[in-house]
């Protein structure tokens, strides 16, 4: 078990409405990584940050924000949810190029 | 740009016969390679991860990988087949740009028969 932690596990919104999912990363990891995983695909990169600083971003569109903190933890922002936004949001720390430890995820759905 | 390519959206073995499961990468560079895990509605769990050093690397639950850099391959091994692999499995190489971004293969679902 890995010490990435995700808040909510799931949750249900209504088209329209915004969200903020969280992650807790592993102990001494200066680098986050979100990623949306809709069902029966790989996982979607939507972005990274590094030291605070968002240092790269997927497609994905102005609306998926996020915030790093001093201690590292994490937010993704979603605002003006639409129904396609329904997937598995994953949260993923690192140390520099080395391997990348995930939480469970936030299972997102939008009705 | 880098990518993974995962031949075969699913596969199916026996219970008790080798698991295969196969990987190619593009990369100018010598790159990291990372086998990961997913069972139903979880996260991704790492496998196993080449960077550098021995190619034939071994990791959690019996499988291991060889990376071949003439091949540009990572194929994921594991000897007998368990039941409880079933799982769909991701590769995953890190890409060697500023920010290291992990760039995945579409994944394979790996199906055990009994």
């Known amino acids: 078990e890995t010490g990435v932690t995700q808040s909510p596990t799931h949750l249900i919104k209504t088209r329209g409405q915004q969200v903020t999912l969280r992650c807790s990363s592993q102990?001494?990891?200066?680098?986050v990584s979100w990623y949306q995983q809709a069902l029966g695909q790989g996982p979607q990169f939507i972005f990274q940050?590094?030291?605070?600083?968002?240092?790269g971003r997927g497609n994905f569109p102005p609306r998926f924000s996020g915030l790093q903190f001093p201690n590292y933890s994490s937010e993704l922002n979603v605002n003006a949810l639409e129904l396609d936004d329904s997937a598995l949001y994953l949260c993923?720390?690192?140390?520099?190029?080395?391997?990348?430890?995930f939480g469970q995820g936030t299972r997102l759905t939008v009705v | 740009a880098q990518s993974v390519t995962q031949l075969g959206s699913h596969v199916s073995v026996s219970e008790g016969a080798l698991v295969l499961l196969r990987c190619n990468y593009s990369?100018?560079?010598?790159?990291?390679l990372f086998w990961y895990v997913q069972y139903p509605n979880q996260g991704l769990q790492l496998l196993l991860k080449?960077?550098?050093?021995a190619t034939l690397v071994k990791g959690i639950n019996g499988f291991e990988a060889e990376f071949k850099k003439s091949e540009t391959s990572f194929h994921l091994t594991k000897p007998s087949a368990h039941m409880s692999d079933a799982a769909e499995y991701f590769c995953?190489?890190?890409?060697?740009?500023?920010?290291?971004?992990?760039?995945w293969g579409a994944g394979t679902k790996l199906i055990i028969k009994p």
């Open positions: 993923a720390s690192s140390l520099g190029p080395l391997e990348a430890f």
């Open positions: 102990s001494g990891h200066n680098t």
């Open positions: 995953a190489v890190r890409g060697m740009d500023s920010n290291y971004q992990l760039i």
């Open positions: 990369s100018s560079v010598p790159p990291y």
């Open positions: 940050y590094y030291r605070e600083e968002e240092n």
């Open positions: 080449y960077t550098t050093g």
